[in-house]
Each structure stands twice: as C-alpha cells, then as structure tokens.
C-alpha cells in the first residue's frame, strides 16, 4: 500500500477524537457546500436561455434554407442584372452571419450542457460528504459516539471523494474563482471573483488570506439594460462613505460587453446597481470589459479597462479614465495606455491593474488566450497614473510552471501592514479549460534591478 493510502487507511480507522477534528477541519467546506445551494438553479437557468437560443438557431436555420435557395437560383441564371448581384452579395453575407450564430450558440449550448452537468456532480459529492458529517456531528454533541461514527464510515467514499478534488490545490481558495480583486478593509480582506459557485459577483472575506469564508453574491441583480449571465471581472473600491463595485455585463441593445457600478454600505455588499447606462462602453472598439479602480498619492480616483477591438478584427487595448470622487461618472476623455506588441500576447490584452512597485507606477495585464495555457501575465512601467506606459523587454511575471496553467487577470492589492501583494487566477496543472476551475492565488509583489517580480 502507497503511503498517502497508509495514511487514508489510519485516518478511517482511527480514534474518535481524529473524527471529531475531521468534522471540525471541514466545516468551511459544508459552508461552501451550503453558499453553493443555488448553483444547480443558476446552470438550469443558462441551460434555459441556451435552449432559447437554440429556438432562434432553427429560426435561423430556416432562413438559410431561404437564402440558400436564393444563391442557388442567381448560380444557375446566365445574366444577373445590378439589382440581382446586389441580393446575392446580400444574401451571401446574411447567409454567412446566420451560419456564424448558428456554431456559436450550438458551442455555447454545448458548454452550458457540460458546466451544468460536471457541477450537479461535484455538488452531489459534496452535499453527500456534508451531510454525513453533519449527521456525526449532531451525534456527537448527543454523546452518540457509536452513531457518529457510523455516519463517519458511511460518508467515507463521499468524503473521500470531496477530498481529492481539492487535493494537491495550491490554490488559496479550492474553488472556481476567475478573475479575482482583493479589497482590504479594516483588516479583513474581501476577494470579488466572476460570476461561479458562489454567485453571480462571488465575494469571499478573510482575516489572514490563508483561511476564507464564502459570503454569497456581492451583487443584488443587474440594471435593465443589461443581459443576466454575463457578468464578470468584478473590482470594488471604498469611496467616501460608501463602497463601489465596476463590473463586466453585456448591454441588452448592442449586444456587447460594458462596465457598470454598484454600490453598498458595506465592503461584502449587498451591492445595487440603479444605473440606466454603462459607465464606459467602447461601442466604436466593440465593447469595453475589465474595469480595475485605482487611486493616486493625492488619494485621486482613476479606472483602467481593456477594449475588445480584436474580436472584430481590430486590436485589443488597455485605457484609463479620472473618475469623479464617487466614482459615478469619467471626469475627462479615455486614455489610451497599451496596444498588443509582444509575440506571447498573441492577439490579446486584457485585464489591467495600475500600481506603485517601489517608487514606480506599473501596469499588469494579461496576454494571450484566456482558455489556454500560453495565457500569462506582464507588466509595463509608467511615468504617472494616467500614463504613458512602456513594456521593459522580457516583461512576462507569471506564466504556465509545474503547478498552475494560464495565471492571468492579475490585481494589485496591499495588506493591511502595507506590503503589496497580487491576487489573480489559474487553472491547474493538466486540466485547461471549461469545466474545470481557475482558482484563487496570492502573490507578493516586489521591483528588483532585473525589474518585477512576482513570488
């Protein structure tokens, strides 16, 4: 028998009071378990509008079928005239467009399929382990030593199970927590995460940023002109009295990704979000997504996003804006900070997060595919908070190592003692993509003679 199977082994069959300690070491995951209540409704619910869009997809289908008759018709004709070229190249591009939806939303059906039922698995893992150990704690208090164990033997498996999926995780936080900001308040630490197991903004808190409690959803819902399910890359900030939160969500009307604003009282939210706008949207750049708040020495408050030009054949971008002090409202034009220039970026820039690394003013991003392990994080140095900005040569800080895959959306943040740190997110090592989680990791920031590292 393996060692690691030796130690299983003493554990199951050991003293009661090695049970008992069981029960208390994994509390905070039949509290995660619990947070997670709402998961399977939410994966129900993007199951729901994925069969939505599947309706539309056969409405499309059948418009192609029209088109399709169309081109064929002007092919066989020997002389078309100006009217009849002008349907055909029309017919052709809608022809084109339709078939464009029809793969994405059979691609986004497929995921939804996967997501859905990969979680509805590993939630019933854990709410069997959960239960079992509930079971033998309620025993336990009732002096039922002999039923508590029972239970304990019985969610073996189960709780064995839940324990290999967090097994050899690196991470600070096991599960699912993509671009992730961390806001220190009064000494305890709050992590904003996309949209996942804890909600639709999750929002976890910590007193050390080694232990965290899952808080549920930072968010209350989203405005009316914005598309539920599309929301991501969350970052909050206090403002006076108050506390904002800008986040990604998708405009109704244009179909394309803008930020918004939330606000609360309290630094876990409840967050609301009464806007009738985004607050920035790059119509002319195809959208605007990854809103980072920052502030300067004089305490002046400033936003940096990126653009999404390359997904309609332009370039991606990272820009900053002044804010007003509530942060509801740019107080001058949008500057322009950084362009892809770098083979590892790829097509693809994303993701900044503006701070002071000893003495310098520095800008982290993340370039390359989101999905993929060549996805890595950079940095540029800058003459000020509103730029200009300049890459250092070899400027890449974090990328695929033995550990993790893909350590992206990196965001400054400092302790409460001061030190700067950087929160971000990766999968791990050997398990890329949807349906498997990008996790929560901390690092700590430092500017060496050989410029910035990451550790």
Not at 216 to 231: D, E, H, K, N, R
Not at 317 to 330: F, V, Y
């Amino acid at each position: 028998m393996s060692e690691r199977g030796a130690r299983r082994g003493r554990r199951v069959v050991g003293r009661l009071v090695v049970a008992v300690v069981v029960v208390a070491a994994l509390t905070v995951t039949v509290v995660a378990v619990q947070d997670q209540a709402e998961l399977r409704d939410r994966a129900h619910a993007s199951a729901h509008d994925a069969a939505e869009d599947l309706v539309a997809v056969r409405d499309g289908r059948s418009r192609i079928a029209d088109l399709e008759a169309l081109v064929r018709a002007a092919e066989v004709a020997q002389t078309v005239d100006d009217v009849a070229t002008v349907e055909i190249i029309t017919a052709l591009d809608s022809l084109s467009t339709l078939q464009d939806r029809i793969a994405l939303a059979q691609l986004e059906l497929d995921r939804v399929r996967t997501v859905s039922d990969e979680l509805v698995r590993q939630l019933r893992i854990l709410h069997a382990c959960a239960n079992a150990l509930e079971q033998a704690r309620v025993r336990l208090r009732d002096g039922n030593t002999s039923g508590a164990t029972a239970y304990l033997a019985a969610g073996e498996d189960s709780c064995t199970a839940a324990e290999a999926m967090a097994e050899g995780i690196a991470a600070a936080h096991p599960f699912d927590f993509a671009d992730p900001q961390v806001m220190q308040d009064g000494g305890t630490y709050y992590a904003f995460g996309t949209n996942g197991p804890a909600g639709t903004v999750q929002v976890i808190s910590s007193a050390d940023l080694t232990d965290w409690e899952v808080r549920g959803s930072a968010l209350t819902a989203v405005p009316g002109w914005a598309q539920i399910g599309f929301t991501w890359a969350p970052a909050a900030i206090k403002t006076g009295s108050t506390y904002t939160l800008f986040y990604t969500v998708r405009q109704k009307v244009s179909g394309k990704q803008c930020i918004s604003r939330a606000t609360a009282s309290a630094p876990a939210g409840p967050y609301l979000d009464t806007s009738t706008g985004p607050l920035v949207c790059q119509l002319s750049q195809a959208g605007s997504i990854d809103p980072s708040p920052y502030r300067d020495e004089a305490g002046n408050l400033y936003l940096t996003w990126k653009s999404e030009g390359e997904t309609t054949g332009g370039g991606a971008g990272i820009w900053m804006a002044p804010l007003a002090p509530d942060a509801s409202k740019m107080t001058w034009f949008a500057t322009h900070l950084l362009s892809v220039s770098e083979e590892w970026e790829g097509r693809t820039i994303e993701g900044p997060s503006m701070g002071r690394a000893g003495g310098q003013w520095v800008l982290l991003y993340s370039g390359n595919r989101w999905d993929s392990g060549a996805y890595s994080t950079g940095y540029a140095t800058c003459a000020g908070p509103s730029g200009p900005c300049t890459k250092p040569p070899d400027n890449r800080v974090l990328r695929s190592d033995d550990d993790r895959e893909g350590p992206g959306g990196a965001e400054f943040f400092r302790t409460a003692g001061g030190q700067l740190k950087v929160a971000y997110a990766a999968w791990d090592d050997g398990e890329v993509g949807i349906p498997n989680p990008r996790r929560l990791h901390l690092g700590t920031v430092s500017m060496t003679p050989l410029g910035l590292r990451i550790t």
